[in-house]
């Protein structure tokens, strides 16, 4: 078990709406990256936070957002859902630093979207 | 273009026998890092194994290794032994220093291991 918790597990949600997925990062990691990963799909870089500021982002529109909190939790929302928002949606905390650093995953939130 | 590639979208093998998984690659920075996740059903990534792109050695972690061919860009992983339960999705993923931020997928294999 690596210690990053995701919540909700599951939560579906209708078109047009707005969802905040929640994720806790493993004691000591002041770094978390979001990850979209579509049904039969790799994991899709979506942003990293590190020390509540946005380190770098993907190929994602901007109505992907993010908070990192000081006691380096981190928040995705997602405005004016689309349905192919629908997908596993992933944290992932580390110490950050160089190319070679471990990513801790959580277990994922699924969304479905109709 | 395909920054990682895995071109086997299921593979089967026989329990107790040896699986490769490929995995090839495309960059121009020097300095990356590889690695593998596992993926069972339940969802959560489960990181197996690192290869640097300055290691002279090839990474080995208990059953796994890795097969970390530089000039073919290439960074194979190799499961000894299988297990039932190694049966699941298996990612190659990339690192650049230069992006040093962002981890780059591939698409995943699905193993699969008959008793």
């Known amino acids: 078990e690596t210690g990053v918790t995701q919540s909700p597990t599951h939560l579906i949600k209708t078109r047009g709406q707005q969802v905040t997925l929640r994720c806790s990062s493993q004691?000591?990691?002041?770094?978390v990256s979001w990850y979209q990963q579509a049904l039969g799909q790799g994991p899709q870089f979506i942003f990293q936070?590190?020390?509540?500021?946005?380190?770098g982002r993907g190929n994602f529109p901007p109505r992907f957002s993010g908070l990192q909190f000081p006691n380096y939790s981190s928040e995705l929302n997602v405005n004016a859902l689309e349905l192919n928002d629908s997908a596993l949606y992933l944290c992932?905390?580390?110490?950050?630093?160089?190319?070679?650093?471990?990513?801790?995953f959580g277990p994922g939130t699924r969304l479905t979207v109709t | 273009a395909q920054k990682i590639t895995q071109t086997q979208p299921g593979m089967f093998v026989q329990e107790k026998e040896a699986v490769t998984l490929d995995c090839t690659y495309d960059?121009?920075?020097?300095?990356?890092?590889l690695f593998w996740y596992k993926q069972p059903s339940s969802g959560e990534m489960i990181f197996l194994i690192y290869?640097?792109?300055?290691?002279?050695q090839n990474a080995t972690e208990g059953r796994y290794s890795l097969n970390f061919q530089k000039a073919r860009k290439s960074a194979n992983l190799v499961i000894s032994a299988s297990q039932l339960g190694d049966s699941a999705m298996y990612f190659c993923a990339m690192r650049e220093d230069s992006v040093g931020f962002k981890t780059i997928f591939g698409a995943g294999t699905r193993l699969f291991v008959k008793a």
């Open positions: 936070y590190y020390r509540e500021e946005e380190n």
């Open positions: 960059t121009s920075d020097q300095s990356y890092g």
């Open positions: 290869q640097g792109s300055y290691d002279e």
């Open positions: 004691s000591g990691h002041n770094t």
């Open positions: 992932a905390s580390s110490l950050g630093g160089t190319a070679d650093y471990e990513q801790y």
